[in-house]
């Protein structure tokens, strides 16, 4: 962390942010102040440059043509770019992470050139993923089930820099037939998963924030309506 104070960057909100995904900004915020960290979030809107030096940073869905003015915003602003670059954790939900690939096709077919930060490509599926989707985590630090809720057309192919964040049980996921759902790649983490995903996912919100204050681990947090939810969307 840079400052005394955690800076969660929740990036175009006013454009990408499906089904509540801005929760997971006020999550990651939530979880660092029940530890006694102060944290503040930083909305980042179509009217504002990107800045480069927040702590970690928040993406959120969007329908396509959203989808392309955020493109097109962050492309002027590189600075989430930048912060990637230098190990700032970000986690990009369902359109994000085909924004930040190296490109993605629209419903239309129309191909449009995403950052390159993580090695995938996203192209149209014949059916919308729409529904419930669950799955077991790949990654260390992970070991509950992810629970979250899926609403895409596109389906991302993941290269040889990027790996899976988790195998799917119940849903699509990154629909290409691999049976992955999400991508993780350096310091970026990307899901289809809507839900607000960290409402959902504490252990994810926890291992996200824990990068970004720059400790090994976090307290654990004793909240049975979490787990209330968490038990109920995975018997959905
Ligand atoms: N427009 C993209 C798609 O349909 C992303 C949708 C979303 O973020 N909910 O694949």
């Known amino acids: ?72 915003h962050l492309q002027r ?29 629209t419903s239309s077919g129309e191909r449009v050139d995403g950052f390159g930060l993580i090695d995938v490509t996203t192209s149209p599926q014949d059916k919308r993923a729409i529904g419930e989707v669950a799955t077991t985590p790949l990654i260390p630090g992970l070991s509950q089930p992810l629970t979250g809720f899926e609403n895409h057309r596109g389906g991302t192919k993941l290269g040889g820099e990027a790996t899976g964040l988790a195998r799917v049980t119940r849903g699509v996921g990154n629909g290409v037939g691999d049976n992955l759902e999400g991508v993780v790649q350096g310091s970026v983490i990307g899901t289809y998963m809507h839900g607000p995903a960290l409402a959902r996912n504490p252990e994810l ?25 968490r038990r109920e969307r995975l018997r959905a």
């Open 1 to 72: 962390m840079s400052e005394s104070t955690l800076r969660i960057g929740l990036v175009l909100p006013d454009v990408m942010g499906t089904y509540g995904d801005g929760g997971n900004a006020v999550v990651l915020r939530q979880r660092a102040r029940m530890r006694g960290y102060d944290a503040e979030i930083v909305d980042i809107s179509l009217s504002d440059p990107v800045p480069d030096s927040l702590d970690i940073y928040t993406l959120g869905g969007a329908e396509d043509s959203a989808q392309r003015l955020a493109t097109r």
């Open 77 to 105: 602003y590189p600075g989430l770019q930048q912060a990637a670059g230098r190990g700032a954790p970000a986690l990009a939900i369902c359109a994000a992470i085909q924004v930040l690939g190296h490109w993605y096709e």
């Open 205 to 229: 919100a926890d291992l996200l924030l824990a990068r970004a204050l720059g400790v090994d681990s976090l307290p654990p947090l004793d909240l049975p309506e979490v787990e209330q939810l």
